[in-house]
T-cell receptor
Framework: QQQVRQSSQSLTVWEGETAILNCSYE??????FPWYQQFPGEGPALLIA?????DKKEDGRFTIFFNKREKNLSLHIKDSQPGDSATYFC????????????FGSGTQLTVMP | DAGVTQTPRHEVAEKGQTIILKCEPV?????LFWYRQTKIQGLELLSY????????DGGAFKDRFKAEMLNSSFSTLKIQPTEPKDSAVYLC????????????FGEGSRLIVV
């Protein structure tokens, strides 16, 4: 059973569009949700994260929208650039109980020039 | 500051061989993780150390996978014996205590077992 699910394996957008990557989770105890960005040949790196007390987190062109009731969240990349082409992992963790960060399977984003 | 360093970056092994992958965490980080990454399964946790103590040994991976943390600045992942299904990228990550949960990943070791 996948605890963190990313609905799309891949997504293609044109340069300048807003890319929307979706993620859902099962465990109501999850309260911390980071997104990691991974370029080919590199390890994942933290991009942006949100805690469940918030419904939105913005950092430059990247915004997380969080819906606690529906147990889903999305990463919006505004004004997408070819350099944003990468794989994006949604992850989740509960502050109490297990320390473990559970990763989704990733969405490969391609931004066409 | 040096990030997480993993060696070798690439390894080709024959089925049945013993492979040792190495990781140096970020200096001063207390927690160290080994993950396996494949396209199908994504990121799977193999082992987790906190201050050199093994906290999690990855359940399904116990059989042929053994991670050790010899000191606070060096860890190894041994796969013995290797099987073709072990072909994957093995990622090491570290995090300081009270980090706010941020994992710092190395570039990974790509293993191909033939």
């Amino acid at each position: 059973q996948q605890q963190v699910r990313q609905s799309s394996q891949s997504l293609t957008v044109w340069e300048g569009e807003t890319a929307i990557l979706n993620c859902s989770y099962e465990n109501s105890a999850f309260d911390y949700f980071p997104w990691y960005q991974q370029f080919p040949g590199e390890g994942p790196a933290l991009l942006i994260a949100i805690r469940s007390v918030s419904d939105k987190k913005e950092d430059g062109r990247f915004t997380i929208f969080f819906n606690k009731r529906e147990k889903n969240l999305s990463l919006h990349i505004k004004d997408s650039q070819p350099g944003d082409s990468a794989t994006y992992f949604c992850a989740a963790r509960a502050s109490s109980g297990s320390w473990q960060l559970i990763f989704g399977s990733g969405t490969q984003l391609t931004v066409m020039p | 500051d040096a990030g997480v360093t993993q060696t070798p970056r690439h390894e080709v092994a024959e089925k049945g061989q013993t492979i040792i992958l190495k990781c140096e965490p970020v200096s001063g980080h207390n927690d160290l993780f080994w993950y396996r990454q494949t396209k199908i399964q994504g990121l799977e946790l193999l082992s987790y150390f906190r201050s050199k103590s093994l906290m999690e040994d990855g359940g399904a991976f116990k059989d042929r996978f053994k991670a050790e943390m010899l000191n606070s600045s060096f860890s190894t992942l041994k796969i013995q014996p290797t099987e073709p299904k072990d072909s994957a990228v093995y990622l090491c990550a570290s995090t300081p205590r009270n980090s706010g949960n941020t994992l710092y990943f190395g570039e990974g070791s790509r293993l191909i077992v033939v």
